[in-house]
């Protein structure tokens, strides 16, 4: 899928992303200096990925596991799994194209 049909721009979804994570923390009553010290991550970047969007994919982990959200991080880019046997059957590897 190219950027053109995606539903949001990649800064969009980025900073929702952000805002998600800062109603989150407030939704569990956590400072940003609280939540610094249970991830690892500065609050300035805690303040930075909730206004912007903008963080490492490090820091994003780290802040999904102190916030108990790693099997949405984990489940990222994960292939399906047939569901039914036919399926299963029916599926064939696929490359990639050189």
Known sequence: ????????????L????????RQLRLARNLSRKTLAKLSGV???SIKRFEV????????????????DQLAPISALFKPEQPSSIAELKNARRKRGAK
């Not at 490090?58 to 596991?65: K, V």
């Open 1 to 12: 899928m190219s950027l053109t049909h995606m539903l949001y721009s990649p800064a969009e």
């Open 52 to 67: 912007s969007g903008s963080i490492t994919l490090e820091s994003l982990i780290l802040l999904a596991a102190a916030l």
């Open 42 to 44: 500065s609050e300035s």
């Open 14 to 21: 980025a900073r929702s992303l952000g805002q998600n994570a």
